[in-house]
């Protein structure tokens, strides 16, 4: 297997990658950007799968497509293996236009969601299949077939067959066979969401290693906000066939752009601004409160874990008197449904160190200026 260079540090996650073992490094290639310009599809007369997509994914990102069903993220990914033809625009892979290329003339590889394998094959056949196809000596082949086997830590497995194996096996064989070809780009269409919850966490951050290990350019598909944010070195988030916003994870999650945004990201906490003053003042449904940059959006978003709760009145602020309604205790942390003046506020308050209010009990709700953040509809 040749691997490419690292990605560029984009100021994300620095995970470890220890254990994960080194490769033939004899041949580096770069990692391969990519560039969508104006995607439409439609299907049928009246379903718009993709409107007018732009997008430009930087060379060895791992770059995440998430939203709901139907948003087009899926479409989006098929067009890019060449499985669907786009209505209008272009599309370009390593500044090479691609547009009209067949499948199997592009340098791009899928990893599904239901593993695409052989069951009744060996792992090694398994991994060779596409080696084979290309017609690479057998030699040759199965050097890189012991290669990549050993790199993802199941070489002593290679002459099992397929259905002998766990899920997790299965997914990590099918991500060993599309990395096998050295594809200059890999799709993943939501390839974690068949397995439990465990295993689907080791396997988000073995994948994410082998990523990072390889520098290759990754396209991940999931409807999971929680498995994009953990991944991701930038997210797009799709609604309708329309890229809503793209960014970091922090970024999106802490600065959504409008409320699709806000509320797909998991936010409830969204009041109306019915009036504006000076210094940032902002009349909501809360009450009064002052956000260090107000922009021009008609919404306020107030993030459950940016809220202090007082004992008793303490006025002062961005201080709100709140009732306690409910509480969620997790553990490290206690989630809470507060009442004030009749509108519902989400808390979320660390464990550690610290009195939890009762339900029932006064308390004061503090959060910080800068904390706030105004957003469109």
């Known amino acids: 297997m040749t691997p490419s260079t690292m990605a560029p540090d984009t100021g994300t996650r620095k995970p470890d990658t220890a254990h994960v073992r080194d490769i033939d490094k004899s041949s580096v290639r770069e990692a391969s950007s990519i560039e969508l310009q104006g995607l439409h599809k439609r299907f049928g007369k009246t379903t718009i799968a993709l409107d007018g997509v732009d997008l430009t994914i930087e060379a060895g990102e791992f770059f995440t497509l998430l939203g709901p069903s139907g948003c087009g993220k899926t479409t989006l990914l098929r067009i890019l ?44 056949d398994n991994l060779a299949f596409g080696l084979r196809m290309r017609g690479m000596p057998l030699e040759r082949r199965n050097a890189k077939v012991a290669e990549i086997a050993e790199f993802i830590q199941l070489g002593d497995l290679v002459e099992r067959r397929v259905d002998q194996l766990s899920g997790g096996q299965r997914q990590r064989i099918a991500l060993a066979r599309a990395l096998v070809c050295e594809p200059d780009v890999l799709l993943l269409d939501e390839p974690l969401s068949a397995l439990d919850a465990g295993l689907r966490s080791q396997l988000q951050v073995e994948l994410l290693r082998v990523q990072k290990r390889l520098g290759m350019t990754f396209i991940f598909v999931t409807h999971d906000q929680q498995e994009a944010m953990v991944m991701s070195d930038r997210i797009a988030v799709l609604d309708s066939g ?9 970024d999106v999650y802490e600065r959504p752009v409008n409320a699709f945004v806000a509320r797909f990201m998991g936010h409830d906490n969204l009041y109306r601004i019915t009036a504006r003053g000076e210094g940032g003042r902002l009349s909501t449904e809360l009450g009064e409160l002052h956000c260090e940059s107000p922009g021009a959006g008609e919404l306020l978003l107030v993030r459950p874990e940016t809220l202090d709760l007082l004992p008793g009145e303490q006025p002062g602020k961005n201080r709100l008197l709140a009732t306690v309604g409910e509480r969620l205790y997790r553990g490290s942390h206690a989630e809470y449904r507060l009442d004030i003046g009749g509108t519902s506020l989400q808390a979320t308050v660390n464990n550690r160190g610290r009195h ?3 339900v029932g009990e006064r308390v004061t709700v503090a959060v910080a200026a800068e904390d706030l953040v105004t957003l469109g509809q």
């Open 81 to 124: 293996a060449g499985l669907e033809e786009p209505d209008a625009g272009r599309l370009k892979i390593g500044g090479r236009d691609i547009t009209d290329t067949p499948p199997h003339k592009r340098s791009v590889n899928t990893v599904f969601q239901s593993y695409a394998l052989f069951p009744h094959l060996s792992v090694r």
């Open 242 to 250: 329309i890229i809503q916003q793209v960014g970091p994870p922090r």
């Open 356 to 358: 939890l209010p009762e």
